[in-house]
């Protein structure tokens, strides 16, 4: 009854997983249908039910997606390491801003750009 059950939102996104013992309170609650049954099944005195590997929950649970920090390293994971200027790959990259922070830019993540030294030193 500990075996892993994987947990599918209402659109078939995963996301959880639980063990058989939830997953059968859940279908047996209404909240949730059998999606596959790839473990046989489960026997009790009178009756025998189907032992579940993946279970669909019947209402859209919104989770809140986790945010990335805005850190240098998220920042050149998010533009390939590239300069978005000339498009060269460098070990050296520095972080531009588009709008340059003395005249109102923002340190957001649609102000910042990777940018090789090159181009970001002829962009001033």
């Not at 997953?23 to 790839?38: C, E, S, T």
């Not at 046989?40 to 009756?47: A, R, W």
């Not at 805005?70 to 588009?98: A, K, S």
Request: aromatic fraction near 6%.
């Amino acid at each position: 009854m500990q075996a892993p059950v994987l947990v599918l939102n209402a659109n078939f996104e995963p996301i959880n997983v639980c063990t058989t013992r939830r997953a059968i309170g859940l279908i047996l609650a209404g909240k949730a249908a059998m999606v596959v049954n790839g473990r046989g099944y489960i026997h009790t005195v009178s009756q025998a039910f189907p032992r579940p590997s993946v279970i669909r929950l019947e209402r859209m649970i919104h989770r809140p997606r986790p945010r990335v920090k805005l850190t240098r390293r998220e920042i050149f994971r998010r533009d390939n390491y590239t300069c978005q200027y000339c498009g060269r790959r460098t070990p050296m990259l520095t972080v531009d801003h588009v709008l340059p922070r003395h005249l109102g830019g923002k340190h957001t993540w649609t102000n910042v750009v990777t940018a090789c030294p090159a181009c970001n030193h002829r962009k001033g």
